[in-house]
């Protein structure tokens, strides 16, 4: 099993930018299509990208489209989430997630693998 590792959230202003990184280990990364999702309080667990094992093909929920992006270096096995044009509506917890089928599904339940989560505030 991979175990993941969320860095880079914290507070930024509406507008801005923000770059999350996880960090994979203890399994052959290139081997996992990874994913961002993200959590509000009171709120389910919201599909925001993923990525395929190669980096290739990717998959963004719509009301990202445009302001953030997905990419890896399977070299330093890490994924990415770069975040620009940030609004208050993306204040979550944002976890990544890994799995080996490639599907880059947009379902919490197709993920085996979690991080613990890094907070993303946007103030308005």
């Known amino acids: 099993q991979v175990q993941l590792v969320e860095y880079g959230g914290g507070l930024v202003q509406a507008g801005g930018s923000l770059k999350l990184s996880c960090a994979a280990s203890g399994g052959t990364f290139a081997m996992y299509a990874m994913s961002w999702f993200r959590q509000a309080p009171g709120q389910e667990r919201q599909f925001v990208a993923a990525?395929?094992?190669?980096?290739?093909?990717?998959n963004y929920v719509q009301s990202v489209k445009g302001r953030f992006t997905i990419s890896r270096d399977n070299a330093e096995n890490t994924v990415y989430l770069q975040m620009n044009s940030l609004k208050p509506e993306d204040t979550a917890i944002y976890y990544c997630?890994?799995?080996?089928?490639?599907?880059?599904?947009?379902?919490?339940?197709?993920?085996?693998?979690w991080g613990q989560g890094t907070q993303v505030t946007v103030s308005s």
């Open positions: 990525i395929s094992m190669s980096g290739a093909k990717t």
């Open positions: 997630a890994a799995e080996r089928l490639g599907t880059l599904s947009t379902a919490s339940y197709s993920y085996p693998n």
